[in-house]
Each structure stands twice: as C-alpha cells, then as structure tokens.
C-alpha cells in the first residue's frame, strides 16, 4: 500500500502564489505516475497535473498551463505543485494521486492511491 499526504494549501488574494506538497509513504518504489486533481464542492473532482516517475514527462490541464509547476524528488518521496497567478477558480481542494502504472492520464479512474486533500482558497 502507499499512502499519500498533501500539505501547504491555505487563503491566498489573486494573483498570489502557493506551493503544496505530496509526501509519499509505504511501498513507494511501486509509485511510478502522480498527479494532482482537484474539487470543488459542487463540481467533479477534476484532473491538474501530472507527472512521470523521472519528471521528464509532465501534462496539464490547459487553465493551468503557464501558472502551475509539477515537480517531484524522488529522493523524499515527494512531489509539488507551485501553483502562480492564482485566480478565484481555482479555489477547491487539491488531491494529489499516484499509481504504479506508466503513462499521464487525466482520468480519476487511472489512479489507485488517493492523498486526504488540502484546501485552496483564492480570494479576488
């Protein structure tokens, strides 16, 4: 099993920057593809990012793309995401997942670990 933990969310004003954070525990060597998703509470959850084990690779939602990072250290376990130019729509909360498949999918369905979540609230 692997267990994943997000930490760093938190109230920001538009146009303001947070980093967050995924740490990885348990059998971590299994891990190959991460991803961050995220939900509002009344809307489907919804797919960021994503990341392959070497960090070569990497896939972004398009409203993202140019404002968020997705990094991973593989040495910690633990994979990132700088968000920037924040805006109010981005408010919800982050899950960050993980599975042991190869490739960057987008879909919620292709990941078999799942972080607890950690809110993001961008005020205007």
């Known amino acids: 099993q692997v267990q994943l933990v997000e930490s760093g969310g938190g109230l920001v004003q538009a146009g303001g920057s947070l980093r967050l954070s995924c740490a990885a525990s348990?059998?971590?060597?299994?891990?190959?593809?991460m991803g961050w998703f995220r939900q509002d509470p009344e809307k489907e959850r919804e797919f960021v990012g994503a990341?392959?084990?070497?960090?070569?690779?990497?896939l972004y939602k398009d409203s993202v793309k140019g404002r968020f990072t997705i990094s991973r250290d593989n040495a910690k376990n633990t994979m990132y995401l700088q968000m920037n130019s924040l805006k109010p729509e981005d408010t919800a909360v982050y899950y960050c997942?993980?599975?042991?498949?190869?490739?960057?999918?987008?879909?919620?369905?292709?990941?078999?670990?799942w972080g607890q979540g950690t809110q993001v609230t961008v005020s205007s």
């Open positions: 348990g059998r971590t060597g299994s891990i190959y593809t």
């Open positions: 997942a993980a599975d042991s498949r190869r490739g960057l999918y987008s879909s919620t369905n292709y990941y078999e670990y």
């Open positions: 990341i392959s084990w070497s960090g070569s690779s990497t």
